[in-house]
């Protein structure tokens, strides 16, 4: 289920199946760059993790991804057929529980920088993406 109300989308899994929203974003990677979106979790399962994903191929699967958890996690990786974590499942202050959290991917040149709430959290080189879709989960 989802809908758009005063210009949010809220979209909702009434399975335990993985719910996307996926949006075909053409982006030259040559020039840097930013994604940002807000997301709030409302209610579920704590622990399932929602958040960004990008630079993102249909087939085979292959994206990379900055979630977040209810119980206040972060995690920042890449998907190739298995998980290569960035950053691991951490617990962290900056991740807002009650709250909307922003999350932003900035590319500046050959480094990636990613913020949670407008704090950076993690940098690294820059990874050509996958395919041109976009989600969030």
Partial sequence: MQNIENGHLYFQSLTNKTKEDLLPVIMDTKRDFEIEMRIKFEKGNIEQAYGLQWGKSKSPVQQYDFFLTGNGHYSIDKYTGKFHDFVPFTLSEKVNRYA????????????????????????MPFEPFYGTSSASR
Avoid: A
Wanted: glycine content about 0%; aromatic content about 20%.
């Fill in 100 to 123: 909307p959290n922003k999350l932003t991917v900035r590319k500046v040149k050959d480094t990636y920088y990613f913020f949670l709430n407008e704090q950076l959290v993690y940098s």
